[in-house]
């Protein structure tokens, strides 16, 4: 089994910053990628951002581009989520996903394994 723990979640006024963690443990499975999505109340769940292990690429969404940064050690250990310049439109429960499928990244498909999540509110 595997199990995937997302935590640094919290409230912050908007312009501020947050860091998320993600933990991805248990048995051996091929890691390609781990992704992070959210879901606002109301909201369907949508990408925010991915790194693929293999050549280090990260992905994000046109939303989150040049404020959040992706980052990730031990090739699929763990990965973060630093978060800047917030936005009350980026208030959402925060979900971190491991693919043991390929590609592309930005969707669903590829993820089996999904943490709780960690709540993210924005403040105006």
């Known amino acids: 089994q595997v199990e995937v723990v997302e935590s640094g979640g919290g409230s912050v006024q908007a312009g501020g910053s947050l860091r998320l963690s993600c933990t991805a443990s248990g048995r051996a499975f091929s890691n390609y990628a781990m992704g992070w999505f959210r879901q606002a109340p109301g909201k369907e769940r949508e990408f925010v951002g991915a790194i693929r292990w293999s050549g280090g690429v990260t992905y994000y969404a046109d939303s989150v581009k040049d404020r959040f940064t992706i980052s990730g050690i031990n090739a699929g250990s763990a990965i973060y989520l630093q978060m800047n310049s917030l936005k009350p439109e980026d208030t959402a429960v925060y979900h971190c996903?491991?693919?043991?499928?390929?590609?592309?990244?930005?969707?669903?498909?590829?993820?089996?394994?999904w943490g709780q999540g960690t709540q993210v509110t924005v403040s105006s």
């Open positions: 996903a491991a693919a043991p499928f390929r590609g592309p990244y930005y969707q669903e498909g590829p993820y089996r394994y």
